[in-house]
């Protein structure tokens, strides 16, 4: 990352949005084997399976094993190394008027995008486990507690920078512009909450300890309750500011928020139906599942027709994606890209084939395998290109700051 780099220049606390995307895609990398590798002894592959399916499988499973690896290993680094440098660059603009400012303003809520990436960065350390430390299932029992500790104290972080904002819109007047509110930008705390919930809602879909499970859903319906509430909220009074003022250009990319919030609610709804599965004796069915899935990816759609909609009558791509100028909050567009291909492998294995409709590994399923698989193409495609432009030397001079 080059010092003269345009996000160097001209530091957001949005660029952890950069660290959450490459966390992101590693994800969608883990896919691949989530669902392509056999795991019939706990909830999710690990080394030994991987391993077995790599040594004994076809040519096309190895080959995606083998991409899956890459890619996990690839986006991982960046993930880490991107955190490592918005922390960095967080310290030295913290000791700036610009960041006093900050705190002054709607834009306070950028902050967030610290403890959300974060959060990101704790869920890829586990899935690097998984996949490349052998022997891990077998202390899992004892990092399931460690990993619950983590993610509450990334919470209460969150949750006291959001005191931090509310306490000081909610008691000086004028103190929130609400002409600056016309995009989804004010959702970024309840995304970074609902990613602290989706952590902890792991051990609940993954360990065989009853107390631990019970206590993982507990933390994590709070979060995830937590998040929604939060997220209506802000969505609503958003809207009527965008109704009234139009959608700010920079900020648009926000509006395609509620994908990835979704999924990752999504997620973590379904890790507490596998738990309450396994430990309580509580069956839900797959035609329930199904139906839910595809609740989700309905709205999901919806949202990314409004999103693209706005973007393109802004002709928002010819100047900050394909074009010379940047904005942090470009990397806002990455986020949607991950959560669309992470749901739909989600719907197609979860939702489809196990209630039937199709049949894992037929000619259907291969199909519509090539959407997540093509969305998770471009969004690795935007990620190299926004990195280029905002992580390289600058070339250009950068445009002023979101409103949010």
């Given amino acids: 990352m080059s010092r003269s780099s345009t996000a160097s220049q001209n530091y957001s606390p949005t660029y952890f949005l950069a660290a959450l995307g490459a966390g992101g895609l590693a994800v969608s990398f883990f896919m691949y084997l989530m669902f392509w590798v056999p795991h019939p002894d706990q909830a999710v592959p690990v080394f030994e399976d991987i391993l077995k399916a790599f040594l004994t499988g076809s040519v096309p499973m190895k080959a995606a094993i083998l991409v899956a690896w890459i890619g996990i290993a690839v986006f991982a680094f960046l993930n880490i190394k991107s955190l490592i440098w918005n922390f960095t660059a967080l310290a030295a603009f913290r000791k700036t008027d610009a960041y006093a400012q900050l705190r002054q303003t709607n834009a306070e809520s950028t902050l967030l995008a610290a403890p959300l990436a974060t959060a990101m960065t704790v869920n890829v350390g586990f899935i690097l486990g998984l996949v490349f430390v052998p022997g891990l299932w077998s202390i899992v029992e004892f990092l399931f507690p460690a990993a619950m500790v983590a993610f509450v104290l990334i919470g209460i972080w969150a949750f006291r920078l959001i005191g931090a904002f509310l306490g000081r819109v909610l008691t000086e007047g004028g103190a929130f512009d609400m002409t600056a509110h016309n995009s989804f930008a004010q959702l970024l705390p309840a995304f970074a909450l609902s990613m602290v919930g989706v952590g902890l809602a792991a051990p609940a879909a993954m360990s065989a300890a009853t107390t631990v499970v019970g ?82 990816l309905t709205i999901q759609v919806l949202f990314l027709m409004l999103g693209f909609l706005v973007l393109l009558k802004q002709r928002y791509f010819d100047d900050f994606v394909l074009g010379s100028k940047t904005s942090p909050g470009s990397y806002a567009l990455v ?34 395998c090539l959407l997540p698989l093509a969305v998770q193409a471009i969004t690795v495609l935007l990620v190299l290109r926004l990195n280029r432009q905002h992580f390289g030397a600058a070339k250009d001079a950068p445009s002023p700051m979101p409103a949010e």
């Fill in 335 to 368: 986020c949607p890209g991950v959560a669309l291909t992470v749901m739909m492998h989600f719907f197609i294995n979860k939702g489809l084939v196990g209630s039937g409709i199709i049949a894992k590994f037929d000619l259907a399923y291969w199909i519509l």
């Fill in 215 to 296: 206590t993982a859903l507990v933390l994590s319906t709070f979060f995830g309750i937590a998040a929604l509430v939060y997220a209506i909220y802000a969505s609503v009074t958003a809207f009527s500011s965008m109704l009234m003022h139009g959608t700010h250009r920079e900020s648009s990319p926000t509006l395609m928020i509620i994908v990835p919030l979704l999924t990752v609610l999504g997620i973590l709804f379904l890790r507490q139906d596998h738990g309450l599965h396994t430990s309580f004796d509580v069956h839900g069915n797959p035609a329930e599942t199904l139906t839910f899935l595809a609740q989700l």
